[in-house]
């Protein structure tokens, strides 16, 4: 395999326009409004930033914040890292716009640092820098 095997995560949440405004927020981006895939489908999906003409990430991953009947949020699942230049700012706008910190700033050693946090639906979320 010749590239990271990851190419999409989703973050489930309750409230969508809650959950909107932090990650955008903390992120300082712009999610965009997907459609569902079959009218049917009682779903509710903002995508993180990606190209659309390839319909991969501009940042890495893609990704997509989810509301969904039967997916609920919390803790405890995957920890889903967000590169950054310094993870200390990012973290601390996750209380700024109602999350909480969970680790301040931590080093890894040669392979950075973290930090975690909390966004407004229970999710425990990660960020890293090198610096």
């Known amino acids: 395999m010749k590239s990271n095997p990851v190419v999409h995560f989703e973050i489930y949440v309750q409230d969508m326009n809650r959950a909107k405004a932090f990650y955008e927020g903390v992120l300082g981006i712009k999610l965009e409004k997907m459609p569902a895939p079959t009218p049917e489908m009682d779903l509710d999906m903002w995508f993180f930033p990606y190209d659309p003409e390839t319909g991969m990430s501009t940042y890495g991953a893609g990704g997509a914040l989810v509301k969904m009947d039967g997916f609920s949020p919390g803790s405890g699942g995957t920890l889903v890292y967000f590169g950054c230049d310094d993870c200390a700012v990012p973290a601390a706008r996750a209380a700024a ?35």
Do not use: R, V, W
């Open 97 to 131: 716009h109602g999350g909480s910190l969970c680790k301040e700033k931590t080093s890894i050693g040669q392979h950075g640092f973290y930090a975690l946090a909390q966004d407004t639906e229970g999710n425990t979320i990660g960020f890293h820098s090198m610096a």
